[in-house]
């Protein structure tokens, strides 16, 4: 019978994160149930998954020892977001702030690998299963895998993305936004330069994303209405990159895919409870949002720095006791909320295209823009910086 003090389900970037900051600071016995390997295989090009790391990110990246490990990243010094049904544009800088660099692109596979490596360096046990079941007893859990073995922990951790399966065997109830779109994701490569920024244009029908990977290639996010991605999809190489450089309007010269579209639903997520005694959800598993300003990643690595933290500062109480795994959820849940609802009502206020409200939306976007203070506050908020800072 073997006994873990942490059982994490599920090995992405989100349960690797939570688990090396665990084990850096604590002797626990851990182990990572994930029927997938761990370590992508890392490839010469760009992959098509990535995240804007924000430097909050960063820093807990660095703190656990694996910043420096990941080998491609890009900088990006400024954000420009432009709206094509009004005179309205955001820019922010980061010489405004007295930073470096407002972020980072970094490819998620990149940061998986990275954390597996440094994992493989310490005793956590990384085990290549399926989730069965989870039995409740006194000291925590029984864990089942798909291979009949039984495993025992006092604390659970539910990291096992946006359709968890700890958080439906735990029978927690989970609250669901259909936002009716697709995100069509793809890597391109520009005529002109990206110029280190990050750049975003809400358009009647979608909002585009660019992120840059290098000086004349980025990653594309295009949150389009179900029945418009069905219809990108479908293009022909040719008419899709006529779409997408008309879309921005040539900004960047011709912008030509450099690697498949990959399509999925937008579907916002959150959980009615992030915790029970010896159990506790982070990541998608609690909580997932509209990719509008690519913060899902930073707000799950937020959830493994914050509940990490709270059980290294209560060892004197019971590993699993929900006083503590409260103290996360209260902490984590209403940045969380907060994300979600500023993205689906940010998606609601560029679909409405009426003349007054296209006005509104403008000199709204302006008066951020030219007021150094209010600019400043919505900047902090990216950055993930605490209000005190």
Not at 198 to 218: H, V
Request: one cysteine or more.
């Amino acid at each position: 019978m073997k006994e873990f003090d942490v059982i994490v389900i599920g090995g992405g970037m989100i349960g690797l994160a939570f688990t090396l900051a665990l084990s850096r600071k604590k002797n626990f016995k851990i182990a990572i149930i994930d029927p997938n390997e761990c370590n992508p295989e890392i490839s010469s090009s760009f992959h098509t998954r990535v995240s804007a790391i924000t430097p909050s990110t960063k820093n807990f990246l660095s703190s656990i020892n694996v910043w420096d490990d990941i080998n491609r990243k890009q900088g990006f010094v400024s954000t420009r977001v432009w709206d094509q049904n009004s005179h309205g544009h955001l820019n922010f800088y980061a010489k405004d702030e007295g930073i470096e660099h407002l972020g980072f692109i970094v490819e998620n596979d990149l940061i998986q690998s990275a954390l597996y490596h440094a994992i493989a360096q310490t005793k956590v046990q990384i085990i290549h299963a399926k989730l069965d079941e989870l039995i409740k007893n006194e000291f925590g859990y029984e864990v089942t895998l798909d291979n009949k073995k039984s495993i025992f922990c006092k604390l659970v951790i539910g990291a096992d993305g946006a359709n968890s399966k700890v958080r439906s065997l735990a029978n927690i109830e989970v609250s669901s936004h259909d936002y009716k779109q697709k995100a069509i994701i793809a890597n391109v490569v520009s005529e002109k330069s990206l110029e280190n920024t990050t750049w975003q244009r809400f358009l009647s029908d979608s909002i585009i994303a660019l992120l840059p990977l290098s000086e004349n290639q980025a990653s594309i996010v295009w949150s389009c209405k179900d029945e418009f991605a069905d219809k990108l999809e479908e293009m022909d190489i040719t008419s899709f990159n006529q779409s997408l450089s008309e879309a921005v309007e040539y900004r960047f010269g011709e912008l030509k895919l450099q690697s498949s579209r990959n399509i999925f639903p937008l579907v916002s997520r959150s959980a009615k409870d992030y915790t029970l005694s010896n159990l506790a959800l982070i990541g998608d598993a609690a909580h997932s949002i509209h990719p509008l300003a690519g913060q899902g990643a930073n707000l799950g690595f937020s959830d493994a720095m914050e509940l990490s933290k709270q059980i290294v500062e209560n060892t004197d109480k019971s590993l699993g006791d929900p006083l503590v795994l409260r103290k996360y959820a209260r902490a984590r849940r209403l940045d969380n909320e907060l994300m979600s609802k500023t993205m689906t009502g940010l998606d609601w206020a560029y679909k409405e295209n009426n003349e007054s409200f296209r006005w509104l939306r403008g000199f709204g976007m302006n008066i951020i823009d030219e007021t150094p203070i209010l600019k400043s506050f919505f900047q902090k908020q990216a950055l993930g910086k605490a209000k005190n800072d």
